[in-house]
């Protein structure tokens, strides 16, 4: 067994956001996602068919959720769970340091 850290050894170029698989088994999948500066394309919303754990570990960054009034600002430690379908869209990542999710698909 060898053990990782989720948030060393961070690309320096960070052009576009970094998606990683971490592990998929059956019905779960774990990434770690590295974003500074992105942000969901305009006018799209994910609409995935399956629960969603977020979670920063380093960063902020600020969630919209559809037909919701104000975003939802997260930092290191917060965390969500997003049911299926619950539409929603990164508004916006920290653009002065990496910001680094813990993401779990089930």
């Not at 052009?15 to 774990?30: F, M, Y």
């Not at 009034?69 to 769970?81: A, F, H, V, W």
Request: net charge positive.
């Amino acid at each position: 067994m060898k053990v990782r850290n989720i948030v060393k050894n961070v690309p320096e170029n960070l052009t576009a956001e970094v998606i990683e698989k971490i592990s998929e088994v059956k019905d779960v999948r774990i990434e770690r996602i590295i974003s500074k500066g992105h942000s969901s394309p305009k006018n799209f919303w994910y609409d995935q068919c399956r629960n969603e754990f977020v979670m920063v570990m380093r960063g902020r960054a600020k969630i919209q959720f559809m037909g919701e009034p104000k975003p939802t600002i997260m930092s290191k430690g917060d965390y969500l769970i997003i049911p299926p379908h619950v539409k929603h869209r990164v508004e916006w990542t920290d653009d002065g340091t990496e910001t680094v999710w813990l993401a779990m698909y089930f």
